[in-house]
């Protein structure tokens, strides 16, 4: 029974996962089936026995580490001296840190938006059409891809190869990047999308919209859908344009969803690790909070930094958190 | 299925009668040299008399965790099987990509392995700052073999706080500048002794070349999160040169500041190859291009004729595309990095260093036996493509088969020139890895000046 300790085979480590799996089903079944078997049990049983074993994983999962970090955030770089403020004061004042804090605050900013605005354009100018299913499909397929994939594909797309003056044609280096080609057919010269800042940034913001939208377009359809058929018709009575329905009805009627859209996009685009760090690594003025925090963490063995920049990032996100929830409850409200 | 269950037991059950037949070899008081040693395998060799102080090992197990993966760890594994068969201990190895951060994480969760191969001083220091009850020091054996083997230097590569914990293992010669003999030739150009030389060919090559778009150098910093590292390996090289080991080795401890003008004038010397629109980027493009251009790819543009020289480490080689002749009447070759003057010929270069997580014999006799002779050259006639090199002076440069190992070696045993260890790796973590790499890359991609720039650096040192 080695391998229960030391699993090194593959066939050894599922037969492992299978093992932990099977005791998981086990511990969970018999605590059920206990808490089921009392004939009328007191509260705190049924409390303690359907969400003990949850808290038990959230408290060691997510409140431990929470509290941890924070802790941590507050010494040096090996977590031994107590150093006060010290790093949220590296965080906030130091120039690269600066900028870090200032491209996080355009992607939280910009994504959401850009990637809901394209999102709801698309799916009121899709909706009812006779492509609608084949249109919404294409649009929702970037959802599919990994963001590391989604960012080499990207890459590719931007990737540069200069016309060298005076080196004879056939000895050009290949353009292998489409975005520059086109460049080239339309006789512009080629450029260099990934590195002049601080449009590059734009660039890589470009690859989370394209992955976004589809999922903007997928709830805002469904939401646009819902809207009841007589108040559209009424307001065409009424004399209602296209643009005007657009914007007296449509928009209002689909706006709990939007704001659930936006909220949730931007979450993610807080927490944006892998489009920074597969295109640019955080070079050329691109660096992101949940890169940086990467950085300093486990390239740089600078875990106080790093802490703090994770609180930092937590202290951003828990309005978003707290704002969604409190929509969500007001939309479950008027229901 | 079945037929390959066969197979692995059958395999199994010749190695196990081989391991004991060697062992049996070992054992008898007379060993007999089996017929054609040095052929074959060429590691497996059957005289175990060098192995006799490490004692009987059989049944004993050492775990080593490296940064060394596919195909390059064959190599390794193989050159433990001498050590193998004359010990009975048996070797577990296992390489990592994400090697410097999982040592740390599997040290932090009480998983260390017995050995691990640091690739830089830097990180060991970290690991004994954060570590020093994992971390064992250097085995007796150990000790006794790198006086004896080694540059002095060496062995303070592997010393922190006066203790001595790792020895030098595999080493790189960073001074080199990538070319074409055929290009040379052709041209009439000639392998420049001086970095005035240098120069003065770089400027020949724009008089004869520039107006084809051809330019004297390319180079490319790019490597993912470790973007920047080339260009620093250049900075170091001209430190050496500029300054003297001295300053250099003052400048790794922060003595001398990063914005000292000695710093800054070889800042400035750098930048006169690296920030010439005249000069780069070879093939590839602008001076920016450099930051975009994967390392991997900085030396390519000479093999189509478009640049005449690349400055990159020995371990380039395995870079040139299959087939490329790499010797000094091939495709390309490299020369030294040319001293100020004739008869200075500093050396840049670096290494890997075995540090100890176990206080056992069998790991003991191992830290010992990779820094014995016997492993140098186990491992140089266990890497058939070359690629590798050590500064153990018990090394015999007839068992290095490529050209350029041969010339590493020349070139790191020569000990009336300086040798300066990699600076980036020596000093800490953040500047080394961080602040050092990303400030290079913005000086060539964003165009910041010298001074900002060190500046940057120097005030990112705590």
Redesign the interface.
């Given at each position: 029974m080695e391998w229960l300790k030391q699993a090194d085979t593959t066939g050894e480590k599922f037969l492992l996962m299978f093992v932990a799996i099977a005791l998981f089903v086990l511990v969970m079944g018999v605590i059920l089936f206990v808490v089921d078997r009392i004939s009328r049990p007191p509260k705190w049983v049924l409390v303690l026995g359907f969400m003990g074993p949850a808290l038990i994983g959230l408290a060691f999962g997510l409140v431990y580490p929470a509290l941890t970090t924070v802790k941590a955030s507050f010494y040096d770089?090996?977590g031994e001296t107590f150093v006060g403020a010290d790093n949220y004061v590296t965080a906030f004042t130091e120039?690269?840190f600066q900028q870090v804090l200032g491209n996080t605050l355009a992607w939280t900013l910009l994504v959401p938006i850009l990637s809901t605005v394209i999102g709801l354009v698309y799916a009121v100018l899709v909706d009812r059409t006779r492509v609608e299913k084949f249109a919404k499909t294409l649009m929702f397929m970037p959802m599919a891809i990994s963001m590391v994939g989604a960012s080499i594909i990207w890459k590719f797309m931007y990737e540069?190869?200069?016309v060298?003056?005076?080196?004879?044609p056939e000895?050009q280096?290949a353009q292998i990047g489409l975005l520059n080609q086109v460049l080239i057919w339309l006789g512009l010269e080629p450029q260099?999308f990934?590195?002049?800042?601080p449009w590059n940034n734009l660039f890589l913001m470009i690859v989370m919209i394209w992955i976004q939208s589809g999922f903007a377009m997928t709830i805002l359809s469904a939401a646009i859908k819902a809207i009841p058929d007589d108040t559209m018709e009424a307001a065409r009575l009424d004399g209602a344009g296209g643009m005007r329905l657009f914007t007296s009805i449509t928009i209002p009627s689909v706006r709990p969803a939007l704001v659930v859209v936006l909220t949730t996009i931007a979450m993610s685009t807080l927490k944006v690790f892998d489009i920074v760090?597969t295109m640019t690594?955080?070079?050329?003025?691109t660096g992101v909070i949940a890169n940086e925090f990467y950085?300093q963490s486990?390239?740089?063995?600078?875990y106080g930094l790093g802490s703090a920049l994770a609180v930092i990032l937590f202290i951003f996100v828990v309005p978003l958190i707290v704002y969604n929830v409190f929509q969500m409850r007001k939309s479950e409200e008027m229901r | 299925m079945k037929s390959t269950m066969k197979r692995h037991h059958v395999v199994a059950i010749a190695s196990s009668v081989t391991l004991a037949l060697s062992l049996a070899a070992c054992g008898s008081d007379t060993p007999e040299k089996p017929e054609g040693s040095g052929t074959g395998t060429g590691t497996a060799s059957g005289d175990c008399a060098a192995y006799e102080s490490y004692g009987d090992l059989s049944g004993k197990t050492v775990t080593v965790y490296t940064s060394i993966v596919a195909p390059e760890d064959q190599p390794h594994i193989d050159s433990y099987k001498p050590f193998e068969e004359c010990t009975g201990a048996s070797i577990k190895y296992e390489g990592s990509k994400e090697f410097e951060t999982q040592l740390q994480v599997r040290l932090k969760a009480g998983n260390a392995p017995d050995i691990a191969y640091i690739p830089q001083p830097g990180l060991l220091k970290t690991i004994v700052g954060q570590f020093p009850d994992s971390i064992v020091e250097a085995s007796a054996g150990t000790s006794a073999n790198v006086d004896k083997y080694y540059a002095a230097s060496w062995k303070g590569y592997g010393t922190v706080d006066g203790k001595f914990y790792a020895a030098p293992l595999g080493a790189n010669v960073k001074s080199f500048v990538w070319y074409s003999p055929s290009m040379f030739a052709d041209n009439g150009y000639e392998i420049p002794k001086t970095y005035d030389e240098l120069i003065a060919l770089s400027d020949k090559i724009v008089a004869d070349h520039g107006a084809e778009g051809i330019k004297p150098w390319c180079a490319g910093i790019g490597s993912g999160e470790a973007t920047g590292w080339p260009a620093t390996d250049w900075l170091e090289d001209l430190v050496l040169r500029e300054a003297g080991i001295d300053v250099y080795n003052k400048w790794i401890t922060n003595e001398v500041k990063f914005n000292d003008p000695q710093i800054a004038a070889a800042l400035g010397k750098v930048g006169a190859i690296l920030k010439n629109d005249k000069y780069v980027n070879g093939g590839i493009g602008d001076v920016k291009s450099i930051a975009t251009t994967e390392f991997q790819d900085g030396g390519l543009p000479i093999l189509d004729g478009n640049c005449f020289m690349h400055r990159q480490a020995s371990f380039y080689a395995a870079n040139w595309p299959e087939g490329t002749d790499v010797s000094e009447e091939g495709d390309v070759f490299a020369f030294y990095f040319p001293g100020m003057t004739a008869d200075s010929r500093p050396v840049l270069g670096g290494g890997e260093f075995v540090a100890a997580f176990a206080d056992r014999p069998e790991v003991a006799a191992f830290q010992a036996y990779l820094s014995s002779p016997e492993w140098a050259n186990a491992k140089a006639k266990a890497t058939p493509a070359g690629g590798w090199v050590s500064a153990n002076s018990g090394l015999d440069p007839e068992n290095l088969v490529s050209p350029i190992d041969k010339l590493s070696f020349s070139l790191l045993s020569d000990t009336s020139q300086d040798f300066g260890f990699d600076a980036s790796d020596l000093m800490p973590g953040n500047v080394g890895a961080g602040s050092f790499w990303t400030e290079m890359t913005s000086w060539i991609a964003e165009n910041k000046s010298d001074t900002q720039v060190l500046d940057a650096i120097q005030a990112s040192w705590k």
């Amino acid at each position: 029974m080695e391998w229960l300790k030391q699993a090194d085979t593959t066939g050894e480590k599922f037969l492992l996962m299978f093992v932990a799996i099977a005791l998981f089903v086990l511990v969970m079944g018999v605590i059920l089936f206990v808490v089921d078997r009392i004939s009328r049990p007191p509260k705190w049983v049924l409390v303690l026995g359907f969400m003990g074993p949850a808290l038990i994983g959230l408290a060691f999962g997510l409140v431990y580490p929470a509290l941890t970090t924070v802790k941590a955030s507050f010494y040096d770089a090996n977590g031994e001296t107590f150093v006060g403020a010290d790093n949220y004061v590296t965080a906030f004042t130091e120039d690269s840190f600066q900028q870090v804090l200032g491209n996080t605050l355009a992607w939280t900013l910009l994504v959401p938006i850009l990637s809901t605005v394209i999102g709801l354009v698309y799916a009121v100018l899709v909706d009812r059409t006779r492509v609608e299913k084949f249109a919404k499909t294409l649009m929702f397929m970037p959802m599919a891809i990994s963001m590391v994939g989604a960012s080499i594909i990207w890459k590719f797309m931007y990737e540069y190869k200069a016309v060298i003056e005076g080196l004879a044609p056939e000895r050009q280096p290949a353009q292998i990047g489409l975005l520059n080609q086109v460049l080239i057919w339309l006789g512009l010269e080629p450029q260099q999308f990934l590195l002049n800042g601080p449009w590059n940034n734009l660039f890589l913001m470009i690859v989370m919209i394209w992955i976004q939208s589809g999922f903007a377009m997928t709830i805002l359809s469904a939401a646009i859908k819902a809207i009841p058929d007589d108040t559209m018709e009424a307001a065409r009575l009424d004399g209602a344009g296209g643009m005007r329905l657009f914007t007296s009805i449509t928009i209002p009627s689909v706006r709990p969803a939007l704001v659930v859209v936006l909220t949730t996009i931007a979450m993610s685009t807080l927490k944006v690790f892998d489009i920074v760090r597969t295109m640019t690594g955080g070079n050329f003025g691109t660096g992101v909070i949940a890169n940086e925090f990467y950085t300093q963490s486990f390239k740089q063995a600078n875990y106080g930094l790093g802490s703090a920049l994770a609180v930092i990032l937590f202290i951003f996100v828990v309005p978003l958190i707290v704002y969604n929830v409190f929509q969500m409850r007001k939309s479950e409200e008027m229901r | 299925m079945k037929s390959t269950m066969k197979r692995h037991h059958v395999v199994a059950i010749a190695s196990s009668v081989t391991l004991a037949l060697s062992l049996a070899a070992c054992g008898s008081d007379t060993p007999e040299k089996p017929e054609g040693s040095g052929t074959g395998t060429g590691t497996a060799s059957g005289d175990c008399a060098a192995y006799e102080s490490y004692g009987d090992l059989s049944g004993k197990t050492v775990t080593v965790y490296t940064s060394i993966v596919a195909p390059e760890d064959q190599p390794h594994i193989d050159s433990y099987k001498p050590f193998e068969e004359c010990t009975g201990a048996s070797i577990k190895y296992e390489g990592s990509k994400e090697f410097e951060t999982q040592l740390q994480v599997r040290l932090k969760a009480g998983n260390a392995p017995d050995i691990a191969y640091i690739p830089q001083p830097g990180l060991l220091k970290t690991i004994v700052g954060q570590f020093p009850d994992s971390i064992v020091e250097a085995s007796a054996g150990t000790s006794a073999n790198v006086d004896k083997y080694y540059a002095a230097s060496w062995k303070g590569y592997g010393t922190v706080d006066g203790k001595f914990y790792a020895a030098p293992l595999g080493a790189n010669v960073k001074s080199f500048v990538w070319y074409s003999p055929s290009m040379f030739a052709d041209n009439g150009y000639e392998i420049p002794k001086t970095y005035d030389e240098l120069i003065a060919l770089s400027d020949k090559i724009v008089a004869d070349h520039g107006a084809e778009g051809i330019k004297p150098w390319c180079a490319g910093i790019g490597s993912g999160e470790a973007t920047g590292w080339p260009a620093t390996d250049w900075l170091e090289d001209l430190v050496l040169r500029e300054a003297g080991i001295d300053v250099y080795n003052k400048w790794i401890t922060n003595e001398v500041k990063f914005n000292d003008p000695q710093i800054a004038a070889a800042l400035g010397k750098v930048g006169a190859i690296l920030k010439n629109d005249k000069y780069v980027n070879g093939g590839i493009g602008d001076v920016k291009s450099i930051a975009t251009t994967e390392f991997q790819d900085g030396g390519l543009p000479i093999l189509d004729g478009n640049c005449f020289m690349h400055r990159q480490a020995s371990f380039y080689a395995a870079n040139w595309p299959e087939g490329t002749d790499v010797s000094e009447e091939g495709d390309v070759f490299a020369f030294y990095f040319p001293g100020m003057t004739a008869d200075s010929r500093p050396v840049l270069g670096g290494g890997e260093f075995v540090a100890a997580f176990a206080d056992r014999p069998e790991v003991a006799a191992f830290q010992a036996y990779l820094s014995s002779p016997e492993w140098a050259n186990a491992k140089a006639k266990a890497t058939p493509a070359g690629g590798w090199v050590s500064a153990n002076s018990g090394l015999d440069p007839e068992n290095l088969v490529s050209p350029i190992d041969k010339l590493s070696f020349s070139l790191l045993s020569d000990t009336s020139q300086d040798f300066g260890f990699d600076a980036s790796d020596l000093m800490p973590g953040n500047v080394g890895a961080g602040s050092f790499w990303t400030e290079m890359t913005s000086w060539i991609a964003e165009n910041k000046s010298d001074t900002q720039v060190l500046d940057a650096i120097q005030a990112s040192w705590k």
